[in-house]
């Protein structure tokens, strides 16, 4: 028998026997609220922050609250199981943790925890090219669970050459290539503050420990740490790449490649045409393209345009069970999740992440029963409606 994730649901009440309640709230959205108190708003108003005035997160929002579940009753869904295979990779549920670099600002522990989370509950653990801990040390955090490694796609094609043999050989399976962020947006919150965390070398340890990158300074790193940051704010994000640059992460990688960052039903078949393997229709949380359309909009163009061609997974907004819910019907194989568990992580470490995991997880396994289905296979578009204004 599968693993009913809803038995969190029943495991909290038991616990409340002995006076026990959970240390974080079960409604994920006040998670933000909460890191902001405790954290105070530097950090947070960097993880919570968006592109212009935040119309674009609102939208993600919006267009999850739009569509409403049309529940089915009397189809036996006793037996449930949430597990999936996604790029050849057997999961025990649809979703996985997406990457957020920096994660230092809200926790010592940051991305090692936050993988020891997804290691602890089977999910994948998506590193960031920007993380705060090295993709080694973070894999060996992690022992032999699934992690993925997103790359931003460096200007010195030798730097990028050496993330990938790095990434290879620390296990990471798969790679996210993050196509929505050649430059930084226009963000309102940080430019307010006038905080950007690279520029106190927040984010740069997998820059800082790679030989090739430490190759291409005339000091090492801890003797002029300004010129290391310099070095690595000129390299970092390519404005000038193209399609046909694809090619040469394809001869580098030996695994999965998926694109993360896709929202035009054309771009999906250019990624396929190119030889890649799935893509992320994602804006990128609306930290990027002020206006841009909502990710769950987006999203069914996307996956007729796929066709069998490519993996689709999703994120953007996804903040309850009934949200992976809905992008699951709206044909995304699986979810990704940034801010909740970057709030979980902040405000309660490992078991912070491990929180945000098992409320999402529960509550998209009860939705899922509730809603009539025993496993995700099942969803599809007629289990929404869209609600018009
Ligand atoms: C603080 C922060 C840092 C992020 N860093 C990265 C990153 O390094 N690489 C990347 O591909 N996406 C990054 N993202 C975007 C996430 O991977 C993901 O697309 C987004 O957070 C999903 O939206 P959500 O936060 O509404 O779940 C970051 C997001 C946040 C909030
Ligand atoms: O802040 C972000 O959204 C992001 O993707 C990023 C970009 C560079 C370094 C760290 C995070």
Request: charged share 20%; net charge negative.
């Amino acid at each position: 028998m599968a693993k009913h994730w809803a038995d969190f649901q029943y495991e909290i009440y038991l616990n409340g026997m002995t006076g026990a309640v959970p240390r974080l709230p079960t409604d994920l959205t006040r998670l933000e609220e909460l890191t902001e108190q405790r954290l105070g708003p530097g950090p947070v108003g960097y993880v919570a922050g968006s592109a212009g005035n935040g119309s674009t997160a609102r939208a993600n929002r919006e267009a999850l609250d739009r569509r409403r579940i049309v529940p089915r009753m009397l189809r036996d869904v006793q037996e449930r199981d949430l597990s999936v295979d996604v790029l050849g990779r057997p999961l025990p549920a649809p979703v996985a943790l997406a990457p957020v670099g920096v994660l230092s600002i809200m926790h010592p522990d940051a991305e090692s925890a936050a993988a020891r989370a997804a290691a602890a509950q089977g999910v994948p653990y998506i590193l960031s090219s920007a993380s705060s801990t090295p993709m080694e040390q973070v894999a060996e955090a992690m022992g032999d669970a699934e992690r993925w490694f997103q790359l931003y796609w460096a200007k010195d094609r030798e730097v990028t050459r050496s993330f990938l043999d790095r990434a290879k050989a620390a296990g990471y399976t798969a790679l996210l290539v993050t196509l929505d962020t050649p430059l930084l947006a226009w963000r309102p919150r940080d430019l307010d503050q006038a905080y950007l965390p690279f520029l106190h070398g927040v984010g740069t340890a997998n820059y800082f420990s790679d030989p090739t990158f430490q190759a291409g300074l005339a000091k090492p790193v801890h003797e002029d740490p300004n010129a290391a940051v310099m070095h690595f704010v000129g390299m970092f994000a390519d404005p000038g790449k193209t399609w046909p640059d694809l090619a040469f992460l394809r001869e580098n990688w030996d695994g999965p490649i998926v694109l993360k960052g896709v929202l035009h039903p054309d771009d999906a078949r250019r990624a396929a045409d190119a030889g890649m393997d799935g893509v992320v229709v994602s804006n990128h949380g609306g930290r990027q393209v002020a206006g841009s359309v909502a990710a769950a909009d987006a999203l069914p163009r996307v996956v007729e345009a796929a066709g069998d061609r490519l993996t689709v997974l999703f994120d953007s907004g996804i903040r309850t069970g009934d949200d992976i819910f809905k992008a699951l019907a709206l044909g995304a194989e699986a979810v990704l999740v940034g801010r909740p568990y970057a709030y979980g992580l902040g405000l309660d470490g490992q078991a912070g992440v491990e929180h945000v995991i098992r409320c999402l997880l529960a509550e998209f396994d009860l939705t899922l029963a509730l809603s009539g289905h025993a496993r995700p296979a099942t969803l599809g578009p007629d289990d929404l409606i869209e609600e018009t204004a």
